[in-house]
């Protein structure tokens, strides 16, 4: 079983900055893939950024030059530095690890951008 427990959300005025942390514990093996989704109020869950075992990246076009994702294998812990933020931002930020037999989610963590 694998445990995902993140932290750093918050309230943020625009243009500010916020970087999530999202530890992973259980069976853990450094091969997994991990990132981030969000989801505002009345929309759909949304791939904001991942990043593979061999460290290559992917993110929304929307965030691409404002949010870096890395990890620390030692640590087992993934985040999301999320520069230069807009209300647009605003939303619930859940972790999420690709498993081999099945995908972990976290709890979430919630970031509001205030205009």
């Known amino acids: 079983q694998v445990q995902l427990l993140e932290s750093g959300g918050g309230l943020v005025q625009a243009g500010g900055s916020l970087r999530l942390s999202c530890a992973a514990s259980?069976?853990?093996?450094?091969?997994?893939?991990m990132g981030w989704y969000r989801q505002a109020p009345g929309k759909q869950r949304e791939l904001v950024a991942v990043?593979?075992?061999?460290?290559?990246?992917n993110y929304k076009d929307s965030v691409k030059g404002r949010f870096t994702i890395s990890r620390d294998k030692a640590k087992n812990t993934v985040y999301l530095q999320m520069n230069s933020l807009t209300p647009e931002d605003t939303a619930v930020y859940y972790c999420?690890?690709?498993?081999?037999?099945?995908?972990?989610w976290g709890q979430g963590t919630q970031v509001t951008v205030s205009s």
């Open positions: 990043i593979s075992s061999g460290g290559s990246t």
């Open positions: 259980g069976s853990i093996f450094s091969i997994n893939t």
């Open positions: 999420k690890l690709w498993g081999t037999a099945r995908d972990y």
